[in-house]
């Protein structure tokens, strides 16, 4: 679930964290070494609700840790493999642009548009064209670029943020009283939580 994505990326920035500290970092270099990748689905207020949900609870991290200031998460999106068809591969074209404006208009620094022709295999040269210009069509002649936040506000982003914010920071706790990233992955906790 989007919650559960949100509670493991922060069990794995902390356990990050903690090896650059562990390693000589301060907090705050530390925490500017780190980008977090999330998935994009064609949900679109779900997808936006996530990253602001996850700016959100990685900003609470760096304060717990001391450096507040440094704590803005750098995103990195990527159209989630997960909703593409290999029936009807044309009508990826219109998942992966729904998940790239979700993505943007979530806040995401980067994003990576999968070919639609993604779940069949390499894609071919026009596959890879649409991909690359998904993101520029969607920045250059919709202007999605020119607003700040452009979900905030809405009563339904702001209430689905809230929710996921906390149903993540559960997740999360919840992997931090098994002792950690690491451990919960090793142990299987992870694996038998996301399987349920």
């Not at 996530?50 to 995103?75: D, F, I, M, S, T």
């Not at 950690?180 to 090793?186: F, N, S, V």
Request: hydrophobic content about 45%; charged content about 20%; proline content about 3%.
């Amino acid at each position: 679930s989007a919650a559960q994505e949100l509670g493991a990326s922060l069990a794995t920035g902390v356990a990050y964290l903690r090896e650059l500290t562990e390693a000589g970092l301060g907090v705050e270099q530390a925490v500017t070494q780190l980008e977090f990748r999330y998935a994009a689905t064609a949900d679109q207020f779900l997808t936006i609700a996530k990253l602001r949900a996850a700016r959100r609870l990685w900003a609470r991290v760096a304060e717990v840790c001391g450096a507040p200031a440094a704590g803005a998460q750098v995103q990195h999106v990527v159209t989630s493999p997960v909703m593409m068809t290999r029936r009807d591969p044309w009508v990826n074209m219109l998942r992966t642009t729904v998940a790239t404006l979700a993505a943007g208009v979530g806040g995401a620094e980067s994003v990576t548009v999968l070919p639609f022709d993604h779940a069949l295999g390499l894609p071919d040269a026009f596959a890879r064209r649409i991909a690359r210009n998904t993101s520029t069509v969607l920045i250059e002649e919709s202007h999605l670029a020119r607003v700040i936040d452009p979900g905030g506000g809405s009563w339904y982003v702001e209430r689905l943020t809230d929710e996921l914010a906390h149903a993540g920071w559960e997740f999360f706790r919840t992997i931090e009283r098994e002792g950690g990233q690491e451990a919960a992955l090793r142990s299987g906790f992870v694996g038998e939580r996301l399987a349920e």
